[in-house]
């Protein structure tokens, strides 16, 4: 059974190309839901603000949690580090100087004492792994981070990562974000706009996920930019395939007999069909996220779900 409280709120936009006002108003009807888990990272949205730096999601987010005093105690909030564009003009990546430094600056634009989940965003190969998790199970150690989680990374590289902080005896990292809808690209296909080698959802993903059940997976731009149901967004083409046919006409069958939208059955499914995620909404107005929202209590069928998993 799945319900709100597995849908993740993007926050990606919040403070950028989202307002304040309309950001306020996205977290408010969230957690009045029953929404309890938000999104964020310390590079949101650098690409989207006038001095190229990250931040303006987290801030968006402690003023919020400001307004809104005893909410963030029924909140799951994470943030990730690594990928902010550091003065030289590479990436910060993920050193313990930077891990440390960074979780510092999270906490303080959020406003809060402790980060429930803490990402690292995307690999950093410079680094010595070791020092990496060194530097993140500190942070579990000394009470500022709850839980730890790795985005974008090879498969050998977060079992390699859990190893050493089986032998360091440090917190490992338990929760998985990459990206993965219910269509997927042509294998080895060049997907536009895809930043991270290793930021999809593989067959070893779900193996890997499903092989070690104190795993979590969380899914990261589950609408392929809402790419289901609107007529102005077709999907990229590199989604073009047979079995992208037969996927999205299980989809519609499912979507037209609940009377609901396609990206609604899309989220149901992914919520529900092995090895579950829970999908991160992004989203910039009331009514994608009330969708969504629905999306979450929507329950299908045993068939319903086995044709989604193996449409002919
Ligand atoms: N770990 C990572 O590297 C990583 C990378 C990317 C994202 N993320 C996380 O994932 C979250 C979501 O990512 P994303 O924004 O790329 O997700 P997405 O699901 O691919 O796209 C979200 C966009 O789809 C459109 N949309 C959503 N619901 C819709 C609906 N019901 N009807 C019509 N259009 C709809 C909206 O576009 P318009 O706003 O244009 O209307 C919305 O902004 C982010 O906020 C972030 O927290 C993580």
Redesign the pocket.
Known sequence: MHGISDL?L????FGT?LDERASFALLDRFVGAGGTTI???NC?AFWESEDGHGGQSEAVIGRWLAANPGVREELVIAT?VG?EPADDGGLEGLSAEVIERECGRSLDRLGIDRIDVY?A??EDRATDLEETVTAFGALVKNGRVTRLGV??HATWRVERGRRLAARLSVEPWTVL???TSYVEPRPGADVPGK??RF?FVSEETRDYVESHPELELWA???????AY??AD?PLPQVYEHPGTTARLEALAQVAERHGV?P??VVLAWMMTSAPQSRP??????L??LD??LDAARLELSPEELSGLDAPR
Request: charged share 15%; hydrophobic share 30%.
């Open positions: 993740v993007g926050t990606m936009y190309r999104d964020t990272a949101y990730k990928v990402w965003h995307g985005s974008n974000q990459l990206t930043d991270h930021g990261y731009s589950p609408l392929i930019q809402g149901d609107r967004r939208a990206s609604q991160i909404v992004g989203v910039s107005s009514d994608q969708s969504a």
